[in-house]
């Protein structure tokens, strides 16, 4: 652990994509409440009866974690994002050699789920295919809530992984959505809402 000042840039940049990972992280929490095969029995009925409301959110918390996720490893060179921060990172050389090559293992592990994330975004939400349906964009992108939960976990692990190294401090991303979505569908379902 090199536990390094960090110039002021990358610092901003661990901030503001840990910030990311933990919105992506929120909005799932409550779109799994809504889809997950576990959950969606229990509150269907009490959400279907207020349908507008339920599709307009599933959707809003559905962008809420695709455009985060998409961002954070987006590879643009002027804006926050894991390729750069880890470039940048590399050129400090604030990395240990072994933190270093975990992040690059992680990074690995979390490309294939971003290409997922990023076909979503590309041709179904962000932008509109001329050429693909959006029903075409989910096929191709093969994308389960397995994988969109895999790369918040992965995302997670590499910042702290970054963050251990560099800074000698971890992030406990602890904060949940899924008990407070509960609580509401369960009072709505009793007429407390």
């Known amino acids: 652990m090199s536990t390094t000042l960090l110039p002021t840039d990358i610092d901003a940049s661990i901030k503001d994509i840990r910030d990311a990972v933990v919105a992506a992280s929120l909005n799932y929490d409550v779109w799994w409440v809504y889809k997950s095969e576990d959950s969606r029995p229990k509150y269907v009925s009490t959400m279907n009866r207020y349908t507008p409301f339920f599709q307009t959110s599933l959707q809003a918390h559905f962008l809420?974690?695709?455009?985060?996720?998409?961002?954070?490893?987006?590879?643009?060179r002027d804006t926050h994002n894991i390729p750069q921060l880890i470039k940048r990172l590399r050129a400090t050389t604030a990395l240990s050699t072994v933190a270093a090559m975990k992040v690059d293992e992680l990074y690995?592990?979390?490309?294939?789920?971003?290409?997922?994330?990023?076909?979503l975004r590309n041709d179904a939400f962000g932008h509109r295919s001329l050429?693909?349906?959006?029903?075409?964009?989910?096929?191709?992108?093969?994308?389960?809530?397995?994988?969109?939960?895999?790369?918040?976990?992965v995302s997670q692990e590499l910042i702290n992984t970054i963050t251990l190294d560099t800074q000698g401090t971890v992030h406990a991303f602890n904060?949940?959505?899924?008990?407070?979505?509960?609580?509401?569908l369960s009072d709505l379902a009793k007429g407390k809402g």
């Open 175 to 184: 904060a949940q959505a899924s008990s407070a979505i509960k609580a509401l």
């Open 64 to 76: 809420g974690l695709l455009v985060p996720l998409y961002r954070i490893y987006e590879t643009r």
């Open 108 to 119: 690995d592990r979390a490309k294939p789920l971003w290409t997922k994330v990023s076909v």
């Open 131 to 153: 050429t693909r349906s959006v029903a075409d964009a989910f096929q191709i992108a093969d994308m389960s809530g397995n994988n969109i939960k895999d790369l918040i976990l």
